[in-house]
């Protein structure tokens, strides 16, 4: 499983934590950097979350499965 970082913070400030904290292995292998949904009371609309980028990722690697099988 890949790891994939969705966040409203600086790049280098992402950098230099992961650099100073992580393994290397566990470093994101992509940061996006996006508009996060959220409802009027500003709190995250996390199924819109999942509708924006998990069903995509899900599909992709069920129809890789089924190419393989």
């Known amino acids: ?8 913070l600086p790049l280098i400030w992402i950098k230099s934590v992961g650099e100073k904290g992580l ?3 566990k470093w994101p292998e992509k940061i996006v950097f996006a508009d ?3 409802n009027p009371a500003g709190k995250i609309e996390k199924p819109k979350l999942r509708d924006i980028y998990v069903k995509p990722a ?3 690697m069920e129809k890789e499965f089924k190419k393989q099988s």
């Open 1 to 8: 499983m890949k790891l994939c970082l969705l966040v409203p």
């Open 23 to 25: 393994a290397k292995y």
């Open 36 to 38: 996060i949904p959220r």
């Open 58 to 60: 899900k599909e992709a």
